[in-house]
């Protein structure tokens, strides 16, 4: 057995300062459905987003962990409830909606409070792995570097797309146009006919969640093609997979934050508010599958990752080698 393995309470220590929780960004948002704090300092306690009450602190230190528990929590709430109940507590399972949901809402903030257009909200929560406090810690202290990192044009409210003013050649295909038939991204000075745009777009969008960080087709020119522009610009099979790319951004660049769950046509994922990073801490989600958060397999505490990894790269030499 590995260290730390089937040791009880080995992630409900008392005491736990609140150096060993890292909450990456601080979030402590309202809309955050908090049912944690099974004895940790990463506990929502500021924000007054539920009322908690401790039914089992003896506060001297020698008995039981403290466990807190909403009280308006649907969920049977005992003493010695099992220990996947247990970790429950430190973790919110998402819908798709919900993820959607959050997501606007953050991007609507972020736009609001640095005046900038949704789409480039977007590209500038994506660089800070969806972590909107340090996002604006980082904007208010030195906006150009972050400009300059995400491919935002210099100062004031930049605008994602413009339309020409004059008539000029589409620099892709080299046709003529009239003013307002050719179109640029952010940097306001490469113009495109609307065919090589949808064109453009196409291919970014075929080679998967990179086109989330596409730029202006000149090869010089950094400036960032977001959502306003691929809306007005991609046909609708592919700003809908666009769209669905920019979706999963949400999960899949969160920085481990947020997870999909690993069961067999699950959409939910999971958000982890408690101390992660510790080995082998199951989860279960609402289709009830229960995953380990440390490694995506079937949930296996008390039994350590490494085990369970060593375990099935065993069996799979062995069907190897029968077959
Ligand atoms: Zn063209
Ligand atoms: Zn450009
Ligand atoms: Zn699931
Ligand atoms: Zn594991």
């Not at 992660?276 to 289709?287: E, K, M, Q, S």
Request: net charge negative; hydrophobic share 30%; with cysteine.
């Amino acid at each position: 057995m590995a260290p730390g393995d089937g040791e009880e309470g080995g992630h409900y220590k008392r005491g736990r300062g609140a150096g060993d929780c890292k909450d990456d960004d601080g979030e402590n948002g309202p809309d955050k459905r908090c049912r944690v704090a099974a004895g940790s300092a990463c506990a929502d306690g500021e924000d007054g987003t539920g009322d908690y009450y401790n039914i089992s602190g003896d506060g001297d230190g020698t008995g039981e962990d403290l466990i807190y528990y909403y009280s308006d929590d649907d969920e049977e709430a005992e003493v010695g409830v099992s220990t996947i109940q247990r970790d429950e507590r430190r973790y919110v399972v998402l819908s798709e909606d919900d993820v959607r949901d959050r997501q606007g809402k953050d991007t609507a903030e972020v736009a609001e409070v640095l005046s900038v257009p949704p789409g480039f909200a977007t590209a500038l929560l994506r660089h800070f792995k969806w972590g909107k406090t340090r996002l604006k810690e980082e904007w208010f202290s030195d906006d150009r570097r972050i400009r300059d990192a995400v491919g935002l044009p210099a100062g004031g409210a930049p605008a994602p797309s413009a339309l020409s003013r004059r008539e000029l050649v589409c620099a892709i295909c080299f046709g003529s146009f009239r003013a307002g038939r050719t179109r640029s991204a952010a940097c306001s000075s490469h113009f495109y006919c609307g065919e090589c745009w949808s064109g453009y777009l196409r291919a970014a969008v075929d080679d998967g969640p990179r086109c989330l960080s596409l730029r202006c087709p000149d090869p010089s020119c950094a400036a960032a093609v977001v959502r306003e522009l691929v809306d007005a610009v991609a046909d609708g099979a592919d700003r809908d997979r666009y769209a669905r790319f920019a979706l999963r951004s949400y999960v899949d660049e969160s920085g481990g934050r947020i997870k999909w769950c690993p069961g067999p046509g699950c959409t939910h994922a999971v958000e982890f508010v408690g101390c992660a990073g510790d080995d082998a801490t199951d989860v279960l989600c609402d289709c009830r599958h229960g995953f380990c958060w440390s490694c995506g397999e079937e949930a296996h505490r008390p039994v350590s990752c490494a085990t369970v990894r060593a375990w099935l790269l065993k069996n799979s030499s062995d069907s190897a080698s029968v077959n």
